[in-house]
């Protein structure tokens, strides 16, 4: 756990004779690269008051580039949105650079009950550290968006820094996320079905999200379905538990909302959920995570199987034939999803540009601005 005290006179009596470990709010003061967040946490003065006292934990620092890529950071900074926006760079625990691997982890920061990015399962919502194949350290945060660590493993009193070249987004709902990172198909069929309200209210879950072209392969089918057989068909994308891809295995059953079940397929680097691919891994939401995929699962054919050599894999729906436009998109707000967010297969979802960055922003001071 993180224990915040005052004056930490137990880190103090750790430092060695001649070594000058520096307590938080010095290193941040003289390091040039992050004089935006030294700035920012001056003028908050009750992250300072926390932060100067904490121990035992990791800061992911932005650095000046970073803010940067914010135009409306005043703003922010001087917003309710910038404390939870900070708390979600700081890690409980200390996590040098030798604890990324490739294999990604699931780091719990010291986000707490903050709206809208609270977990709503009540536990912390975490960061995905990662190694890139060309060991990059990488950080993932809400909406598929990451950061490559540009200076790893500065000590301070309270544990270590490492600075990074982009803001995280906290994970946020379900289908705010999806709208964001160009779900509208999915968004669409969740509003038809009436289901909006009801998935951003779900807790520990896993979400497996239809990209807006697997739904457009089974266009003339799920367009002609009531809402309530709509339901049905999401329901079982739906899984009561949060599964990352590093819990995923091959031969894996799920049981999904409806009880009915899911298999997991994988060969080398490529996971199928049944028939389906999943092309965008570890989009992390305030509920759980959310895996993108390339085909509509069908609850009807629960035995479908994946075409492991195929680049597409074929619908799971036996009678479907591709609309000529993508299903259920009229109506939904597609201003904000030309960010050029693109689910990738080897992972993740990549980086946003800074529009993303001011959606969030516009999204999180709106639902601030809802808070009692
Ligand atoms: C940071 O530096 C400024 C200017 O040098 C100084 O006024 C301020 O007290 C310093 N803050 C901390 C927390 O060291
Ligand atoms: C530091 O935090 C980690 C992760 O929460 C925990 O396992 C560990 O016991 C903590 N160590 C101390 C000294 O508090
Ligand atoms: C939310 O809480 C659940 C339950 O503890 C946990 O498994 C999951 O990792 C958390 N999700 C996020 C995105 O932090
Ligand atoms: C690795 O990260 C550095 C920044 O730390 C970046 O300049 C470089 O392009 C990255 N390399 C790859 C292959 O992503
Ligand atoms: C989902 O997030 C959006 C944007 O922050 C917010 O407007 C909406 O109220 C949230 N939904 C729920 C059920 O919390
Ligand atoms: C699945 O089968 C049931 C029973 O035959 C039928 O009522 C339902 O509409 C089917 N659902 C879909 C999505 O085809």
Not at 250 to 261: N, Q, R, S, V
């Amino acid at each position: 756990m993180m224990h915040i005290k005052f004056i930490s006179l137990l880190s103090l009596a750790s430092l060695a004779v001649g070594q000058t470990v520096p307590d938080i709010l010095t290193l941040l003061n003289g390091t040039s690269s992050l004089s935006q967040l030294a700035k920012a946490i001056t003028n908050a003065p009750e992250v300072a008051i926390a932060l100067g006292g904490a121990e035992n934990i990791t800061i992911l620092a932005p650095n000046d580039e970073a803010f940067k890529a914010f135009s409306q950071m005043e703003q922010i900074v001087d917003g309710e949105m910038f404390a939870p926006l900070l708390t979600y760079h700081v890690l409980n625990g200390i996590y040098e650079s030798t604890a990324f691997s490739k294999t990604p982890k699931f780091l719990p920061s010291i986000l707490g009950d903050y709206q809208p990015f609270r977990n709503l399962s009540g536990a912390p919502q975490v960061v995905k550290a990662v190694l890139t194949a060309s060991n990059n350290a990488t950080v993932f945060g809400g909406l598929g968006v990451s950061a490559s660590v540009v200076t790893a493993n500065v000590k301070f009193t309270g544990g270590v820094v490492h600075i990074i070249d982009s803001l995280l987004p906290p994970p946020m709902n379900i289908s705010t996320t999806a709208q964001i990172v160009q779900l509208t198909s999915l968004v669409g069929a969740l509003t038809k079905a009436d289901l909006v309200d009801i998935v951003d209210r779900l807790a520990g879950v896993t979400v497996f999200a239809p990209t807006n072209a697997a739904f457009q392969a089974v266009g003339n089918l799920v367009s002609d379905l009531t809402p309530q057989q709509l339901g049905d068909v999401l329901a079982y994308h739906v899984v009561p538990q949060v599964a990352y891809s590093t819990s995923l295995k091959d031969g894996m059953e799920l049981t999904a909302l409806d009880g009915k079940k899911l298999t997991i397929t994988i060969k080398g680097d490529a996971v199928f959920v049944n028939g389906a691919r999943v092309t965008g891994k570890d989009v992390l939401v305030n509920a759980g995570v959310v895996h993108v995929i390339d085909s509509v699962l069908n609850p009807n054919n629960t035995n479908d199987k994946p075409e492991v050599s195929a680049s597409t894999q074929s619908p799971a729906f036996p009678s479907a034939t591709r609309s000529p436009d993508e299903p259920f998109t009229s109506g939904i707000d597609a201003s904000s999803t030309t960010t050029g967010a693109s689910p990738s297969a080897t992972g993740g979802v990549s980086k946003m540009g800074v529009s993303t960055f001011l959606v969030l922003a516009g999204a999180g001071v709106f639902a601030f601005g809802m808070m009692a």
